[in-house]
C-alpha cells in the first residue's frame, strides 16, 4: 500500500448506530439513502439488525450522522464498542407488540365472531349493532395500531413511504368506509358476511371486522418476527456474553476482586475451579482442564500447564491456575471474533442489496397500483364498497416485509451457529464464496501438523561441537516468530545468547551476528546462496533423514556448514478426516509448504493429498494459488503464519487457523476458532446449507408477491386473509432461517 493510499485509510473511521423505528426493508433504505447523501460517507444499513454501519472521513462529527438519521424518521443511538445487546429486536418494543396484540386479540375475535352471526342469521341482527361493533373495533384500529399509524404519518412528514404507510392506509380507509357508510344511514350488512371474495359486497357493508382483524394478525405477525429476529441473534449474545465481568486479581500475593475492566497487559490473576477466564493469558503456575466448547465449539476439555495460552471466556473445570494476562478488553480472542460475526451480520450480500433495492421502490408501487384497482372497479360499475375492499386488499397484501427479512435473517442465523462450531464468518461475501469453492490448498505447518515443532537430534559435521552447533543456532532464532524457530529456542540446554543484525528470510530461514560471527540457520538453498559450502556428507545425511518425514535445518557460518538440527511436528489427528469430508464434498485437497519435498510428500500421504508442492517461498505460495485460478479453479487457502498472509489475501477465501498470527487472521475471509481442520469442511456445509435457505427465502417472498398482487386486484382475496397471508409470509422466512440453528455437521465420517 502507498503512503497516500496508508494515510487515507487511517484517515477513516467506522461507526455504528442502532436505528430505532424501522419496520421494514424499506425503512433500511430509506436511512441507507440519507446516510449516504453525507460528503465522505459510506453507510449500510441492515433491517434484521437494526443497525447502520458508516464508514465516513475522520473530520465526519458522529453527531451529523445521528441527526440524518433523525431527519429521515427515526431513532439513532450510537453502540460502543462493546457493550449492549449486539443483535436482534429490542426487549422493550417485543413486549409492546405484545400488549397489543394480547388487546387486539381479546378485541377483534367478538368482532368477527358477531360479524360471522349476524351475516349468517340476519334475524339476528338487533338495533345498534353496527355500534357494539364500532366500540370494540375502535381500540383496535386506534390503540393497537398505533405504530402503523405512527410510522406511516412519521415518514410521510418527511416524504418517505414504508410498509407501514401500506398497513395504515388499508386500516384507515376499512374503517374510514364504515364510519361513512354508518353515518350515511340506510340498511347495513357486515362486512365478513361477504364471502372470501369482495366481489359481493356492496355499498352498504360495514367492514369494521376486516379492520380489526388485518390489525390483529399483522401485529402477530410483527411480534413474532420480533421475537425470531432475537432468537437468530442468540448465538452471538451468548458468545459475547461468556466474557468474565470481574477477576480475582494478585497484588501483593493476595487475590483481591475487581471488575475486568482493570486488569491490564501483564497483571497476574487466579482462577479457580468452576470460573471463567478473564481474558486472554499464558498460564504462570498450576494445571487444569478447560472447557473451550463455548468460545471455540470443541467439545473436549484441553489440559493446560504452566507456559500454556489459554483465551478468555472458557471455563476452568479441574485445578487452580494463576494466568498472566496477554490481551485485555476488545483486544482479546472473544472480543476480535464477536466484532467478526457482528460485521458479517451488519454487511449485506449481493441478494440482500437487491432485495433492498426492490423493497425501496415496491411501496410507491403498490400505492398507485391501489388507486389504479380502486378506480378500475369504480370504472367498471361495481359499488364503492367492493372498490374500497379490493384496493384495501391490494394494500395490505402486498407488504414487502418477506422480501426484506429473506436474506439478512439467514445470515443472521448462519454465521452465529457458525460461532458456535468455530467458524467466525467475516461477511456475506465470505459465505457466498464458501459455497463456491471447489479446491482447498492447505498449508502444512501449523494448519494439518499441529506445528508444536520438537527438536529431536543436534548432528553436527565431522569436528563441530553439537552444545556449540545448537547454542549458536537458538541464539538466532530467538528473533523468529516461526514454530521450527521456537522449537529450537525451546530445545536449547541454556538461554540464547545475544544476536546482533537479524534477518528473518520467509520460507527459507533466517540470519544474525552471534559473537562476531555471522550465522545463518535453515534450509540448504540458503546457506549455499550465501556462499556456504554444504559438504557431501551433510548433505546426504539430511536427504536421509527427510525421507523418513524429519524436518532439517542446518546451521552454519565462516563459509562452512557445521551441522543440522532435526525436528519433528507430528500430523493433527483430525486432518486425514478432514480432508476425506472434504474430498466428499466435490473439493479438491492440494497441499503447499516451504518444507523439504521427502517432508511434505510423506504429510501428504499420511493425510491422503496426492498433490503436494514443495520448497516454496511465501510468493511461491501466492503464484501456485494463482496458477489454479487461471485453471478455473475457485481456490480456498487455510494457513496460519505470516507466511500464509499473501496467499491468505490472494485466494478466493481465505480460512485462518485462529492460534494463528495477526497478520493472517487480518488476511483471512473466516477464522477458525479451533485447531480442528474437520472445522474447515463445517464451513463449506454451512455455507451451503446457508445459501440455500436464503435462496428458499427469495423464491418465497417473491412468489408470495407475485401471487397475491393479482388475486388482490382482481378482487379475489378479502383484506382479512391479505392480512393473514402477509404476517405469516414473514413468520415463515423467519422460521426458515432459524432451522438454521438446528445445523449440525457430520462426524467421524471418512
Not at 414473514?730 to 440453528?741: D, E, G, K, M, R
Request: glycine share 10%; charged share 20%; net charge neutral.
Amino acid at each position: 500500500m502507498s503512503t497516500v493510499e496508508s494515510s487515507v485509510a487511517s484517515a477513516e473511521r467506522t461507526y455504528e448506530i442502532q436505528v430505532g423505528g424501522m419496520t421494514c426493508a424499506a425503512c433500511a433504505a430509506r436511512v441507507e439513502r440519507k446516510l449516504n447523501k453525507l460528503d465522505g460517507v459510506v453507510a449500510t444499513v441492515n433491517y434484521a439488525t437494526e443497525r447502520a454501519r458508516v464508514r465516513c472521513a475522520d473530520a465526519v462529527d458522529p453527531a451529523v450522522l445521528l441527526k440524518q438519521v433523525e431527519r429521515a424518521g427515526y431513532t439513532p443511538r450510537r453502540v460502543d464498542d462493546l457493550g449492549g445487546s449486539r443483535t436482534g429486536a429490542d426487549p422493550d418494543r417485543v413486549k409492546d407488540l405484545q400488549r397489543r396484540l394480547a388487546v387486539a386479540a381479546v378485541l377483534a375475535v367478538p368482532v368477527c365472531d358477531l360479524s360471522l352471526a349476524l351475516s349468517l342469521f340476519p334475524e339476528l341482527r338487533f338495533p345498534g349493532w353496527q355500534w357494539v361493533a364500532l366500540l370494540l373495533a375502535g381500540p383496535v384500529v386506534g390503540w393497537c395500531a398505533w405504530p402503523f399509524h405512527r410510522a406511516a404519518a412519521r415518514g410521510l412528514r418527511r416524504g418517505g413511504f414504508s410498509m407501514d404507510t401500506l398497513v395504515s392506509v388499508g386500516i384507515v380507509a376499512a374503517t374510514g368506509w364504515s364510519a361513512w357508510v354508518m353515518v350515511r344511514g340506510g340498511p347495513l350488512t357486515p362486512g365478513l358476511g361477504q364471502g372470501l371474495t369482495v366481489l359481493s359486497g356492496g355499498d352498504h357493508a360495514l367492514y369494521l371486522d376486516v379492520a380489526a382483524g388485518v390489525t390483529t394478525f399483522l401485529l402477530a405477525g410483527r411480534y413474532f418476527e420480533a421475537r425470531a429476529k432475537r432468537s437468530a441473534g442468540a448465538a452471538l449474545r451468548a458468545l459475547l456474553a461468556h466474557a468474565a465481568k470481574d477477576v480475582d486479581l494478585l497484588r501483593s500475593g493476595a487475590a483481591v476482586r475487581v471488575p475486568i475492566g482493570e486488569l491490564t497487559v501483564g497483571d497476574r490473576f487466579v482462577v479457580r475451579p468452576g470460573e471463567k477466564v478473564a481474558t486472554d493469558a499464558i498460564v504462570v503456575s498450576g494445571s487444569s482442564a478447560l472447557d473451550t466448547s463455548t468460545v471455540t465449539g470443541e467439545p473436549v476439555p484441553r489440559e493446560v500447564g504452566a507456559g500454556d495460552p489459554v483465551v478468555g471466556g472458557t471455563m476452568n473445570r479441574g485445578g487452580r491456575l494463576v494466568l498472566r494476562a496477554t490481551r485485555v478488553g476488545a483486544d482479546t480472542h472473544l472480543a476480535r471474533m464477536g466484532r467478526l460475526v457482528e460485521q458479517a451480520q451488519e454487511s449485506k450480500a449481493a441478494a440482500q442489496r437487491f432485495a433492498d433495492r426492490v423493497a425501496g421502490v415496491f411501496v410507491p408501487i403498490v400505492l398507485v397500483l391501489a388507486a389504479v384497482t380502486l378506480s378500475g372497479w369504480l370504472m367498471l360499475g361495481a359499488p364503492a364498497g367492493t372498490a374500497v375492499t379490493a384496493a384495501v386488499a391490494v394494500l395490505v397484501v402486498a407488504c414487502p416485509c418477506a422480501l426484506g427479512l429473506a436474506t439478512p435473517t439467514a445470515v443472521l442465523v448462519g454465521t452465529g451457529r457458525g460461532a458456535q462450531l468455530g467458524v467466525f464468518i467475516k461477511g456475506p461475501e465470505a459465505l457466498e464464496s464458501t459455497r463456491r469453492v471447489d479446491t482447498v490448498v492447505f498449508d502444512k505447518t501449523g494448519t494439518l501438523t499441529a506445528g508444536a515443532m520438537t527438536l529431536t537430534e543436534v548432528r553436527p559435521a565431522a569436528g563441530e561441537d553439537a552444545g556449540e552447533l545448537l547454542a549458536v543456532a537458538a541464539a538466532v532464532e530467538q528473533g523468529s516468530e516461526h514454530p521450527i524457530a521456537a522449537a529450537v529456542v525451546a530445545g536449547a540446554e541454556s538461554p540464547p545468547g545475544e544476536v546482533t543484525e537479524f534477518a528473518a528470510m520467509p520460507g527459507l530461514g533466517a540470519r544474525g551476528t552471534v559473537e562476531g560471527r555471522t550465522v545463518f540457520v535453515g534450509r540448504t538453498r540458503l546457506l549455499r546462496d550465501a556462499a556456504l559450502v554444504v559438504s557431501h556428507e551433510l548433505d546426504t545425511e539430511r536427504a536421509a533423514l527427510e525421507a523418513t518425514g524429519a524436518t532439517v535445518v542446518l546451521v552454519g557460518w565462516s563459509g562452512v556448514a557445521r551441522g543440522l538440527l532435526v525436528l519433528r511436528d507430528e500430523v493433527r489427528p483430525t486432518s486425514a478426516d478432514a480432508v476425506a469430508r472434504l474430498r466428499a464434498l466435490g473439493l479438491r485437497p492440494v497441499l503447499l509448504t516451504g518444507d523439504n519435498a521427502r517432508t511434505a510428500a510423506a504429510v501428504g500421504a499420511a493425510v491422503g493429498i496426492t498433490d503436494v508442492r514443495a520448497e516454496l517461498l511465501p510468493a511461491d505460495k501466492l503464484t501456485a494459488v494463482r496458477q489454479l485460478q487461471a485453471c478455473g479453479a475457485v481456490v480456498a487457502f487455510v494457513g496460519d503464519g505470516v507466511n500464509d498472509a499473501a496467499a491468505l489475501a490472494g485466494a478466493d477465501l481465505g480460512m485462518a487457523v485462529g492460534h494463528g498470527t495477526d497478520a493472517a487472521i487480518e488476511a483471512a475471509d473466516i477464522v477458525l476458532g479451533r485447531d480442528d481442520l474437520l472445522v474447515v469442511a463445517d464451513a463449506v456445509e454451512l455455507a451451503r446449507r446457508t445459501h440455500r435457505t436464503i435462496r428458499g427465502n427469495l423464491v418465497w417472498a417473491f412468489a408470495y408477491n407475485v401471487a397475491a398482487l393479482p388475486l388482490a386486484v382482481a378482487g379475489l382475496l378479502s383484506p382479512l386473509v391479505a392480512g393473514a397471508a402477509m404476517a405469516l409470509s414473514s413468520v415463515f422466512v423467519v422460521t426458515h432461517s432459524l432451522a438454521l440453528q438446528r445445523f449440525h455437521p457430520p462426524r467421524g465420517a471418512r
